[in-house]
């Protein structure tokens, strides 16, 4: 019996020991709020970097962290996208916060305000933590019924809007 609950204890941990993304799903063409959580460091070393991958289709600006310094870098997207009547051709492909150290023993999330893309799916943000020791890349896409990955990007889906989303 004790050796099931080691077992079960074990995987608990393990379950939660990716970064992920909140909220799990938002409406297409919406201005969304999203939480990238980082709840440990790499191999028990503090995390210094995170850097988050935009999809095709989504924009973002980060929100800056006490303790952290932002990073963009600028690419041309596959199809422009038209925001504020405006054409857009290039955008935001990659954010970095780096700083902290964010102890392995704490949890912390990095957050950005995103337009998402009016076609609903699955977007996966590829997510790079840096650590004083090592990194981990959280980069594995797998379909929803996929098999599981010990590196899982983060997914949010997309889902048909209820209504015309909110203008700003």
């Not at 699955?122 to 981990?136: M, S």
Request: glycine share 10%; aromatic share 8%.
């Amino acid at each position: 019996m004790k050796a099931y609950w080691i077992a079960a204890l074990c995987a608990a941990g393990t379950a939660h020991a990716h970064v992920t993304i909140a909220p799990a799903s938002a409406p297409a063409g919406a201005y969304a709020t999203l939480v990238f959580k980082v709840g440990h460091g790499c191999d028990g070393s503090a995390t210094t970097a995170i850097t988050v991958q935009l999809p095709e289709g989504v924009t973002a600006k980060p929100m800056p962290k006490p303790g952290w310094t932002l990073n963009l870098v600028e690419g041309k997207l596959a199809t422009p996208l038209q925001q504020h009547g405006k054409t857009i051709a290039t955008a935001v492909r990659e954010i970095t916060w780096r700083g902290g150290p964010l102890a392995d023993a704490y949890y912390d999330e990095f957050t950005v305000q995103a337009k998402l893309p009016d076609a609903p799916g699955r977007y996966a943000f590829k997510v790079g933590q840096g650590c004083e020791k090592g990194r981990i890349d959280w980069t594995d896409v797998v379909p929803a019924a996929g098999p599981a990955s010990k590196t899982p990007a983060p997914v949010l889906e997309v889902v048909p809007a209820g209504m015309p989303p909110h203008q700003h």
